[in-house]
């Protein structure tokens, strides 16, 4: 059974501090690795991480993949109220006729002024 | 270009009553997704469908039922609603191919009594 695995589930800093968010994944035929930002409603796209673009940086947010040890984190920089948000991550899986997400738990942010 | 929508925003149900869920894109996608999320248990994938007339089963097809009437329309049907299906539904979208992206509608918060 495919698996991702967020940690931590909650965290509360401070505004300007960084924090690292991580996700870890063991699945069976990996394609891709996805993070997406869920305010109060749906969840938006942040990166789409591949064997072939294992880092990518937005702004203040960046995201590395390490498929050898089957993770990947989002940190975000100089924290603002306006990241606080749960930080999803998402596995997509190929193969076996299957389609979709596998998605973590989430993280849920709370930046404190 | 309104991009995911879905109806109604809110619904509340006695155990055993019947409903559908509407979901309707406008980006011209071809793949479609019904997922459910629960607190503390991220999204789960119900039923998708990769093109118009296909439906396939995701992780926690049972008890629900879809249709994908033309490209833009995928419903999400409870045919006997149980208290366990009390959660937030979202209808989601993508392009074909290796662009992954799926665009969320608002959801449909579900209560069933």
């Known amino acids: 059974e495919d698996k991702v695995v967020q940690s931590p589930l909650s965290l509360v800093v401070h505004e300007g501090d960084t924090v690292t968010l991580n996700c870890s994944y063991e699945v069976t035929n990996f394609r891709s690795l996805l993070w997406y930002k869920q305010e109060k409603k749906a969840p938006t796209f942040l990166f789409m991480l591949?064997?072939?673009?294992i880092e990518k940086k937005s702004g203040r947010l960046s995201s590395i993949l390490d498929k050898k040890e089957l993770f990947s984190i989002l940190n975000i920089t100089a924290t603002q109220t306006g990241d606080s948000a749960v930080y999803l991550c998402?596995?997509?899986?190929?193969?076996?006729?299957?389609?979709?997400?596998?998605f973590g738990k989430g993280t849920h942010l709370i930046i404190q002024p | 270009n309104a991009g995911v929508t879905q109806t109604p925003k809110f619904q509340v149900l006695k155990t055993g009553q019947s409903m559908t869920l509407q979901c309707a894109q406008d980006?011209?996608?071809?793949?479609m997704y019904w997922y459910r999320q629960d607190p503390g248990m991220g999204l789960r994938l119900i039923y998708y469908?990769?093109?118009?007339?296909?439906?396939d089963k995701g992780e926690v097809p049972n008890g629900y039922n879809v249709s994908r009437l033309n490209k833009r329309e995928f419903s999400l049907r409870l045919e006997s609603a149980a208290p366990s299906q009390t959660s937030v539904y979202f209808c989601a979208s993508r392009v074909a191919g290796d662009l992954y992206e799926q665009y969320f509608g608002p959801g449909t918060r579900l209560t069933v009594t």
């Open positions: 469908s990769a093109s118009e007339g296909t439906t």
């Open positions: 998402a596995v997509r899986v190929s193969g076996g006729g299957a389609d979709g997400l596998t």
């Open positions: 591949t064997s072939s673009g």
């Open positions: 980006m011209n996608h071809n793949s």
